[in-house]
């Protein structure tokens, strides 16, 4: 099974930036659609960034477009989410999640994810 260990979290500004990073083991991401995924107090789950095994396929949820940027990094076996201009409403634990699926993946119930990492934005 894939071993996922998110890093990178923290404190910030309004307006800065953080590069958060997962760490996979006992599976190749070359053949893992994956994903970030973020949880705020008192708020629902939900899908930041997704990205296709294959790397073709890119989506953002709405409120990170042009914000947030996805990577993928085979040959390390990482995911990195670039966090550019943010908000507080930012603020959440952040997810890597896997899934050789990415129907199910992008559906909300990704095979795999991780213990997460805390992002704080103050204004």
């Known amino acids: 099974q894939v071993q996922l260990v998110e890093s990178g979290g923290g404190s910030v500004q309004a307006g800065g930036s953080l590069r958060l990073s997962c760490s996979a083991s006992?599976?190749?991401?070359?053949?893992?659609?994956m994903a970030w995924l973020r949880q705020a107090p008192g708020k629902e789950r939900e899908g930041v960034a997704y990205?296709?095994?294959?790397?073709?396929?890119?989506t953002y949820a709405d409120s990170v477009k042009g914000r947030f940027t996805i990577s993928k990094d085979s040959a390390q076996n990482t995911l990195s989410l670039q966090m550019n201009s943010l908000k507080p409403e930012d603020t959440a634990m952040y997810y890597c999640?896997?899934?050789?699926?990415?129907?199910?993946?992008?559906?909300?119930?990704?095979?795999?994810w991780g213990q997460g990492t805390q992002v704080t934005v103050s204004s």
């Open positions: 990205i296709s095994s294959h790397n073709i396929t890119i």
């Open positions: 006992g599976y190749s991401m070359r053949f893992l659609n």
């Open positions: 999640a896997a899934d050789p699926d990415w129907i199910r993946l992008t559906s909300g119930s990704p095979n795999c």
